[in-house]
């Protein structure tokens, strides 16, 4: 049997590379953190949602159906979009992860945009033994999860279809 080419062996989970679309840390305080950010780094303008009931919905964590709730700051840095989440209500691995690390880097993004392709990711990693730890969505046209790719990739993946980016947010800062 022939040995796969360099090409072959890069192509990833789904056949091909799966390109970064944002990156995302945690904060117990989402205003301080924008304000630092925006400050020091000229980043925003800020697109801040509150993520909770009815927009956020169909929410799990382990395999749970468990209310939670978050604020979320998005915006873009040239391509790359780059998120602030500040858990509120409920369990969630935000939550976790502050308790265990502090605040700080989070997960990087691979979103797909397509319910199919994002539904055959979640398999392939659960095959691989990457379960799924956190998901929801947000509306009808955004769904997410997270995961559990920290034991081999040494960071929580996100993945799902849409951006909250691509919402009308509840306000813009500065």
């Known amino acids: 049997m022939a040995q796969p080419t360099a090409e072959e062996v890069s192509r990833g989970i789904l056949g091909r590379p799966l390109m970064i679309s944002q990156v995302a840390i945690v904060s117990r305080d989402l205003e301080r953190t924008m304000e630092n950010y925006t400050n020091l780094l000229g980043w925003g303008p800020w697109n801040v949602y509150r993520h909770e009931p009815p927009r956020l919905h169909h929410t ?14 998005e915006t873009h840095v040239g391509d790359l979009g780059f998120e602030i989440l500040q858990p509120l209500e409920g369990p969630s691995i935000y939550k976790q ?7 700080g ?3 990087v993004a691979v979103m797909l945009h ?13 095959d691989s033994g990457m379960p799924v730890l956190m998901s929801g969505r947000i509306g009808e046209n955004i769904e997410f999860f997270y995961l559990d790719t920290e034991p081999s990739l040494k960071i929580i ?7 909250a980016i691509d ?3 509840d306000y813009v800062y500065p």
């Open 97 to 103: 992860w502050l308790d265990e690390h502090g605040e």
């Open 60 to 73: 799990e964590v382990n395999g749970e159906q468990v209310d939670y709730t978050m604020l979320g700051a």
């Open 157 to 163: 993946l996100e993945s799902g279809s849409g951006h």
């Open 105 to 107: 880097l989070h997960h």
């Open 114 to 126: 397509d319910f199919e392709e994002s539904n055959e990711l979640r398999r392939r990693f659960a």
């Open 167 to 169: 919402l009308k947010p």
